[in-house]
């Protein structure tokens, strides 16, 4: 469960996509997503999905994509059987399956490399309202320690007594109860205080309050985001439009 | 007889922290332990490994001579209590009774022998009055007593307490020395995590000092709390009626346990008569 869920929690690692303004990680990000989408052969989605595991090299952070696709990989799973089963051929159902790992493996890269500071800062340039950015970003700075609650409130149970896979679906079901309870209860009691917190450092005073830290493209990220964004534009025309290139 | 033994136990966190290094320790049928040191030092860690939560990534943990990796954490929990630090992560029932009541039906109690512990528990830790109350609704102390309450309902063998009088006021901390007393006559085997030396004092336990996953001392809590350079490095301060004995000049052979121990041996020894 915890090495699974490392897949879409960001951690600091020092390299040199991470580097990069969040700006342009979102445009690589992005591209691979909608290169995902338009790809229409399992080679081509393969081949995406090596360039993604490539950019997570860099990144430093392959393993956690790994998990990512580890993850997802259940679900791919089952989208090749549903497709399969229902007859649209093997090759076919391959592509829809690992067309979705191309996608979550994309996004995740995202996820992975991009600090919820920078998720703030992204926000913000996309003039998304404050209390939606603020509400958005800690709900993803809360993921982790939501998950520490819910394994330290899995072991409390199981210190007094209770089997987890035990009994039949129902009683299984039942057994998340005490799981479950609490673990609102704290998230709900947690974000009362957080708002309490926040007011009381003035939260909301100014309607346009100043930022400690900004944005600022520098070259090296134009000199990764133009021709990445030349490339995948060239690719799609290609494949998509079947424009052929007479040189 | 030993009960609890860590063999050469190391133990790194799935985030890659080393939180246990080489731990070796026993812990024998009926004794007090009192586990110190600082925030981080690795005390939680220790105590999670006792029934089996976590199973160490070096060495091994014995209790009555079997390996915890060949059991369930369901199966030792029945003979190891554990009460941990934070209450909000185990409160859920509607009512406080039902709170109690959770673990004794999960180890297959009978009715009648739950209801009579129950009445018990709740009577014994001044619960009773809260008995249908939702236990969300309590005060911070008196949820950590109701957690104390559910582990010591089913009448373990081991109990082991984090930070039992973290948010007690005076009068409950007075009741849960007494709690102490009252189960190490009757033979249980008592570990507490705590930081209040002050607390522990009287208790007189066995101490271990961690500091940085390791053990740095293990022995009466006396002439452990004599090293005023070991306590430093594990942040711990000396308990106060300490630090008055080793301050007279005289003194007598064992430190004062309570502070009318310590006026009656001062008053005398000063032979003045008291000003009226
Ligand atoms: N679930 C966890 N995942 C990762 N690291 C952890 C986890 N729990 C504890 N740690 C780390 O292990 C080390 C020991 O923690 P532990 O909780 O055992 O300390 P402690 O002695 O109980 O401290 P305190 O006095 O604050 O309760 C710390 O460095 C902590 O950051
Ligand atoms: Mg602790």
């Given amino acids: 469960m915890y090495w699974l869920s490392g897949g879409f929690v960001f951690r600091k690692v020092i390299s040199p996509f991470h580097r990069l303004d969040p700006r342009a990680k979102l445009l690589v990000s992005m591209e691979f997503f909608v290169l995902s989408l338009l790809s229409s052969t399992v080679v081509e989605v393969i081949l995406i999905l090596v360039a993604i595991l490539l950019v997570a090299t860099v990144a430093k952070s392959l393993r956690r994509i790994a998990r990512t696709i580890a993850f997802s990989g259940l679900f791919a799973v089952f989208i090749f059987a549903i497709n399969f089963l229902f007859g649209l051929g093997l090759l076919n159902a391959l592509l829809y399956s690992v067309r979705f790992l191309a996608i979550i493996s994309s996004t995740s890269v995202f996820f992975v490399t991009t600090s919820p500071d920078e998720l703030e800062q992204i926000m913000k340039w996309m003039r998304v309202p404050r209390d939606v950015v603020f509400a958005f970003v800690t709900a993803v700075r809360f993921i982790p320690v939501v998950m520490l609650d819910a394994f330290q409130i899995m072991d409390a149970q199981k210190s007094r007594g209770l089997e987890f896979e035990k009994g039949n679906v129902l009683k299984r079901v039942r057994n998340l109860v005490p799981i479950l309870i609490p673990l609102v209860v704290n998230s709900v009691i947690r974000s009362g205080e957080l708002a309490e917190a926040m007011e009381s450092r003035a939260y909301g005073s100014t309607p346009k309050p100043t930022s400690l830290y900004g944005m600022r493209l520098r070259w090296y990220d134009v000199a990764v985001a133009v021709p990445s964004l030349l490339l995948v534009s060239a690719v799609a025309l290609v494949v998509v439009f079947h424009v052929t290139l007479y040189i | ?276």
């Fill in chain 2, 1 to 276: 007889m030993t009960l609890i033994e860590f063999r050469n136990v190391s133990f790194v966190h799935q985030t890659g922290v080393t939180a246990l290094t080489d731990v070796s320790l026993s812990i024998g049928k009926g004794e007090t332990v009192a586990i110190v040191g600082e925030n981080g030092a690795g005390k939680t860690t220790l105590v999670r490994h006792i029934n089996g939560l976590l199973k160490p990534t070096k060495g091994s943990v014995l209790v009555e001579g079997k390996d915890t990796r060949e059991t369930t954490t369901a199966t030792l929990s029945r003979k190891v209590g554990i009460a941990f630090q934070n209450p909000d992560h185990q409160l859920f029932s509607e009512s406080v009774e039902n709170e109690v009541r959770f673990a004794m039906k999960n180890f297959g109690f009978g009715e009648d022998l739950i209801a009579q512990r129950l009445d018990w528990t709740l009577k014994f830790f001044g619960l009773d009055q809260y008995r249908k109350s939702s236990p969300l609704v309590l005060s911070g102390g008196e949820k950590k007593r109701l957690t104390l309450a559910c582990i010591l309902a089913w009448d373990p063998d081991v109990v082991v307490l984090d930070e039992p009088t973290v948010g007690q006021d005076a009068l409950q901390k007075e009741k849960l020395g007494q709690i102490f007393k009252l189960l190490q006559s009757t033979g249980k085997t008592i570990i507490i995590v705590s930081h209040d030396v002050e607390f522990l004092w009287p208790i007189q336990p066995r101490l271990v000092v961690m500091s940085g996953g390791k053990v740095v001392a293990d022995g009466q809590i006396s002439q452990i709390m004599g090293n005023r350079e070991l306590l430093e490095g594990a942040r711990v301060t000396q308990p106060q009626l300490l630090r008055l004995y080793q301050g007279l000049a005289s003194r007598p052979a064992t430190p004062f346990l309570d502070v009318l121990e310590a006026r009656d041996w001062i008053g005398g020894r000063k032979q003045k008569p008291e000003a009226r």
